[in-house]
């Protein structure tokens, strides 16, 4: 079965951090750009980063740069989100996704359109 699956959500107080992982199964990751997505309930979704396929370049957006970092092991297929510093107004739901091309992020070849169930990410004291 062809799927992404995004893991490692969860209630983390202001300041502290997490990991997402978004593993690949059915279809190599390597080549492909990807991208992470977020979500609140009754807003845009918003997308926040892209690892490219072709040089590992990244790009962020401004509400998680210097905080955020992306990175792919096409070993393990799997992309991480390292998430530090994490604030009140990161809380949504976390999704990755194959991107095409997303700014500096391209994937090498033609690739489908894909997209994880989603990880809750919640920071609260």
């Known amino acids: 079965q062809v799927q992404l699956v995004e893991s490692g959500g969860g209630l983390v107080q202001p300041g502290g951090s997490l990991r997402l992982s978004c593993a690949a199964s059915g279809f190599t990751l390597a080549g492909y750009a990807i991208g992470w997505f977020r979500q609140v309930p009754g807003k845009e979704r918003e997308g926040i980063s892209c690892i490219s396929g072709s040089d590992g370049s990244t790009y962020y957006a401004w509400s998680v740069q210097g905080r955020f970092t992306l990175s792919r092991d096409n070993a393990k297929n799997t992309v991480y989100l390292q998430m530090n510093s994490l604030k009140p107004e990161d809380t949504a739901v976390y999704y990755c996704?194959?991107?095409?091309?997303?700014?500096?992020?391209?994937?090498?070849?033609?690739?489908?359109?894909?997209w994880g169930q989603g990880t809750q990410v919640t920071v609260s004291s």
């Open positions: 996704a194959t991107v095409q091309n997303w700014g500096i992020c391209r994937s090498v070849d033609l690739v489908p359109d894909y």
